[in-house]
């Protein structure tokens, strides 16, 4: 199993920014791809970014594209989501979720909950107008 925990979250004011972290461990050589999703209140968990622990590879929902930026660091098995430009619209919870090894993993970064199978706790953020 992989265990992941999220921080970072926080209170903002529209225009701020906020740095998420991710820490991966456990079984975390079995980890492919690493997402951040998030879901507002009311609202269906969506996907914001994705990125591959081997290439670096990334992937973004258009909503985020230009102001939030995925990153990683291998020895520390942490992934990073920097929020950047943040509106009241990207207030949510944010969760980090690991995809496990497959042939899949290497050819796309899923932007589907279904494929990724560890899961956070998740951290909060709130964006005030």
């Known amino acids: 199993q992989v265990q992941l925990v999220e921080s970072g979250g926080g209170l903002v004011q529209a225009g701020g920014s906020l740095r998420l972290s991710c820490v991966a461990s456990?079984?975390?050589?079995?980890?492919?791809?690493m997402g951040w999703f998030r879901q507002a209140p009311g609202k269906e968990r969506e996907f914001v970014a994705a990125?591959?622990?081997?290439?670096?590879?990334?992937n973004y929902a258009d909503s985020v594209k230009g102001r939030f930026t995925i990153s990683k660091d291998i020895a520390a098995n942490t992934v990073y989501l920097q929020l950047n430009s943040l509106k009241p619209e990207d207030t949510a919870d944010y969760y980090c979720?690991?995809?496990?090894?497959?042939?899949?993993?290497?050819?796309?970064?899923?932007?589907?909950?279904?494929?990724?199978?560890?899961w956070g706790r998740g951290t909060q953020v709130t964006v005030s107008s």
């Open positions: 990125i591959r622990w081997s290439d670096g590879s990334t």
């Open positions: 979720a690991s995809e496990e090894k497959t042939l899949k993993c290497l050819f796309r970064l899923s932007p589907r909950s279904d494929d990724y199978v560890y």
């Open positions: 456990g079984r975390t050589s079995n980890s492919c791809n």
